[in-house]
């Protein structure tokens, strides 16, 4: 689970800075922690994740209420996050398309 949690925070992180809310350098001190305490920061190679599932499976997560997706992202300086439904969906999509493409190789 707990890896589970670090590839998430890191997608978080990257999702963050591509709507604007966090700087890169935030993104890459983020990435150094979870390197320095051994966590992976990536899907492994031969992980069935793709798009479709990622949407399907974050659809059942405890975050839903009434129907709205909802995550925790970062917002500002290291430590400051938001626990919201209102995200930019596109990033959120290519923030996903980003990470299942490490493991498919591409």
């Not at 290291?78 to 591409?106: H, Q, S």
Request: negative net charge.
């Amino acid at each position: 689970h707990g890896e589970a949690v670090a590839i998430g925070t890191c997608m978080a992180a990257q999702m963050s800075a591509r709507m604007g809310w966090i700087e890169p350098k935030l993104v890459k001190r983020i990435y150094d922690i979870m390197d320095a305490a051994n966590l992976p920061v990536e899907l492994p190679l031969d992980s069935p994740m793709n798009q479709k599932t990622f949407t399907k499976l974050m659809s059942l997560d405890k975050k839903v209420a009434n129907g709205q997706l909802r995550l925790i992202l970062l917002k500002g300086e290291l430590g400051g996050c938001l626990f919201t439904g209102d995200f930019d969906e596109k990033a959120m999509v290519d923030t996903i398309d980003d990470f299942v493409a490490e493991c498919a190789g591409e």
